[in-house]
């Protein structure tokens, strides 16, 4: 017989990924309609236009930096968090691994540069806000150090 826990973790996993189609398909949904609307009023304009040859614009998946979007406030927690825990200070590449090791993310080129730019951002905006600092630069001489004030 199978173990408790993990029939129990599954049936979580199964309820998760069942409301993440629902709500992608309300939002595709939602979406439909939108594009509708804007090709009615298209045509309001440009009785002529041809809708079909109407190209379409990439949008990039929301999962690139590897958390919810790597949303600013989450960048900022983890960034406070991982300064007030290091006895000295930080590089964005250190931060970089330490949140693809927490976060058990496949550690990809293109998702530590996407981390660290995020990181990057997260910093400089954390800086003028007064609370963290450059704390000079790493042995290679280009790697800004961070510490919390």
Do not use: Y
């Not at 804007?38 to 379409?56: M, N, V, W, Y």
């Not at 998702?111 to 730019?117: A, E, F, P, Y």
């Amino acid at each position: 017989m199978a173990e408790s826990h993990v029939v129990s973790g599954l049936v979580a996993k199964h309820a998760e990924l069942a409301g993440l189609i629902q709500f992608h398909r309300t939002e595709i949904e939602r979406v439909a309609s939108d594009l509708k609307h804007l090709d009615a009023t298209l045509k309001l304009f440009d009785p002529e236009i041809d809708l079909r040859s109407l190209g379409t614009k990439r949008v990039h998946s929301s999962r690139t930096g590897g958390f919810k979007r790597f949303e600013s406030r989450e960048s900022h927690t983890w960034v406070l968090d991982q300064l007030r825990e290091a006895e000295q200070p930080l590089t964005t590449v250190a931060m970089a691994e330490r949140i693809i090791v927490a976060k058990g993310l496949e550690d990809t080129k293109e998702l530590r540069t996407s981390i660290q730019r995020t990181l990057n951002g997260t910093l400089r905006r954390l800086e003028k806000r007064g609370l963290v600092e450059d704390a000079g630069r790493a042995e290679n001489g280009l790697t800004v150090l961070w510490r919390i004030v």
